[in-house]
């Protein structure tokens, strides 16, 4: 075991401070990641702060991690030291359910273990990006391609980026495609940029007039204020596919009344509170569908990564100390970030040494 510095929260209602924790020598299997930049998401908050009840303390935050591999077990093939690496949302699965066997490693039936906060239905703590190193099996590890004045930018795809490319990939968005994106924060800004880059139609829908600069700058051809029942209506029964972002309770029916028969709106906002149920009739009436999608496999997180370095797409970030990671949370509950918080480990590594 070696020591590793960290920060953390001992309980919901402490705020994250300095820890030092032991990580696993790396084994065979095993690849060893000394941390660069570490993006701030907002599951980290709800975790730290135990609002979805099932927090591990002490509890380390962080699964947009980029770095450098500073060590390989002897069986590794695909990482060698001074590579660049990025750990995402996982960090093992049971490897031999069905859904593992297709690469979709985060409908493991037997549930996957998060980079932070351990397995899913119980287990060991295990602990994120916000710390000086970390050990994760090889078949977790990322290859990333992004130039590397661009790292701390890339460190957000881990989370924003598989999240929002998933749905746009799966349900075929592109070329020919009316594309709808709801809410431009973290992940909407990037469902914007991705959907443009796959050649969709790209409307953003934002109750702020504000951010309609924004969102024609990121990528959109149209930007809709949802408020606005007369700018809705103009488009009623002509979006493909709708990407719903936004982590708040409201109203679906009005973004399904957008859909074209046989359209989706897909969730990927996760709010502390259940939506309201939809009208059965918007539904049924245009065998328009809801659904619901979660990051995505180590197999598609690789796919996006190309995908994005490819299009030379990165996110929007504010670079912070990790010294300011509390006060880069108040900050995150008013959406007063464009549009990712990412930790340079540099300041970590500095605290660490004095």
């Not at 490897?95 to 980079?115: I, L, M």
Request: charged letters at 20%.
């Amino acid at each position: 075991m070696s020591k590793t510095y960290t920060y953390a929260a001992q309980s919901a209602t402490e705020k994250l401070a300095p820890f030092t924790l032991e990580r696993r020598e790396p084994g065979a299997n095993d690849v060893q990641i000394d941390i660069l930049h570490c993006g701030v998401c907002h599951s980290d908050l709800h975790t730290a702060r135990n609002e979805w009840a099932n927090t591990l303390y002490p509890s380390v935050p962080g699964h947009e991690i980029v770095g450098r591999v500073s060590a390989v077990g002897s069986d590794v093939k695909n990482f060698k030291v001074g590579d660049l690496a990025g750990v995402g949302c996982m960090v093992d699965s049971c490897q031999h359910c069905p859904s593992c066997a297709e690469g979709e490693e985060q409908y493991c039936e037997n549930g996957f273990t998060g980079t932070y906060n351990g397995p899913m239905f119980g287990g060991e703590n295990t602990y994120g990006g916000y710390s000086t190193r970390i050990v994760v099996k090889e078949n977790f590890v990322l290859h990333i391609s992004h130039a590397e004045k661009d790292l701390a930018a890339v460190a957000p795809l881990l989370c924003a980026g598989i999240t929002t490319y998933s749905p746009l990939s799966h349900w075929k968005t592109g070329p020919g495609k009316k594309v709808g994106i709801v809410g431009l924060g973290g992940l909407g800004h990037m469902g914007v940029k991705i959907a443009a880059a796959m050649g969709a139609h790209v409307v953003l829908f934002t109750t702020s007039e504000s951010k309609r600069e924004d969102g024609l700058r990121l990528g959109a051809k149209e930007v809709v204020i949802s408020k606005d029942a007369e700018q809705m209506a103009a488009h009623t029964n002509s979006f493909d596919f709708i990407l719903n972002t936004v982590a708040a309770k409201h109203d679906l029916d009005p973004f399904l009344s957008l859909l074209k028969r046989d359209g989706t709106l897909t969730l990927v906002g996760a709010p502390e509170h259940p939506h309201p149920s939809p009208t059965v009739f918007n539904l049924i009436l245009k065998r328009r569908s809801l659904a619901g999608s979660l990051i995505g496999g180590i197999r598609e997180t690789q796919e996006m990564l190309d995908f994005c370095a490819k299009h030379k797409i990165v996110s929007d970030i504010e670079p912070i100390d990790i010294q300011y990671i509390n006060e880069a949370y108040e900050r995150m509950l008013k959406s007063d970030v464009k549009y990712r918080f990412v930790i340079d480990m540099a300041s970590l590594r500095k605290e660490e040494a004095a």
